[in-house]
């Protein structure tokens, strides 16, 4: 009797101990440091923006050390699944082709997908027709990319895949393509920068609405139900809105 009670405790105190390890193990983030105003890489080479400020938020609210690095676009997925991080924080749209890699949180924020082309241009409209005979840019590995590979190339449009927003953005503005096709929302603060004098908004794309949430690696529940909870937590006591406020001024969830 005494050996049993003696090895419950002790698993007892191995399974709290395990638990409270967890709970306070340093929680790396990977964001991708290209893709203002969400994320994007200021002049001192620190990581800034809207998934970074949100970041930051949860990993108070749950409190928990955290250190977030910047990871190309292309490798965010693998560089997840070889443990090189915990988590993406990155503006990463929920689909299901990427939940047969990856698991993912609630959403944090929503979007739908825009199309923008130069003010002087011919483009008119986001349909394949208004769009025929153009080129259009996208950022490659994105549901703005698929969208476009599936919807216009398909319809004989040539579509432009690019590493990352910024070099989309930039052919835009000078000519070499005809029109971009991007999340909303970070069109929206190009429009009213570096893009305000070139270019504006054609208009939003039918049934594209995506919610973006944090990934996480299959297996993780309690990271992801932390996660969950913080997400929740922000929400309410109004830390999410305030940073909302910070970069648009519309509500984004």
């Known amino acids: 009797m005494k050996t049993l009670l003696a090895s419950t405790i ?54 928990a050390k955290c250190t ?23 503006s990463m749209s929920i689909t299901e082709e990427r939940k047969q890699q990856i698991d993912f949180t609630n959403k944090y924020y929503t979007t739908p997908l825009s199309v923008i082309a130069p003010k002087d ?5 986001v349909s394949v027709e208004d769009l025929k005979d153009k080129v259009v840019g996208a950022q490659a ?8 590979t599936d919807v216009y190339e398909k319809a004989g449009i040539e ?22 096709i991007s999340d909303k929302f970070v069109v929206v603060d190009w429009l009213n920068g570096d893009g305000k004098d070139c270019c504006a908004m054609v208009g939003d794309v039918p049934g594209t609405e995506t919610e973006a949430g944090i990934g996480i690696r299959k297996g993780e ?4 139900e932390r996660f969950n909870k913080a997400i929740d937590a922000i929400v309410a006591n109004g830390t999410y809105g305030k940073i909302v406020a910070n970069y648009f001024p519309f509500d984004i969830y």
Not at 10 to 27: L, R, V
Not at 121 to 125: F, L, P
Not at 141 to 148: E, I, L, R
């Open 10 to 63: 002790f698993a007892m105190t191995a399974a709290f101990t395990s638990f409270a390890m967890a709970q306070d193990a340093e929680i790396r983030i990977a964001t991708e440091g290209a893709y203002p105003p969400f994320n994007y890489t200021d002049t001192d080479g620190s990581l800034k923006g809207f998934d970074v400020d949100i970041a930051n938020a949860l990993c108070e609210e749950m409190k």
């Open 141 to 148: 590995s994105t549901t703005q990319a698929n969208y476009a």
């Open 159 to 180: 579509v432009k895949l690019y590493p990352t927003q910024e070099e989309a953005a930039a052919d835009l503005q000078n000519g070499r393509i005809d029109a971009l």
């Open 121 to 125: 241009g011919e483009v008119k409209g």
């Open 68 to 90: 977030i690095v910047a990871q190309d676009w292309d490798g965010i997925i693998p560089g997840l699944m070889a443990n090189k991080y915990d988590a993406i924080i990155a």
């Open 221 to 224: 529940d309690e990271l992801k």
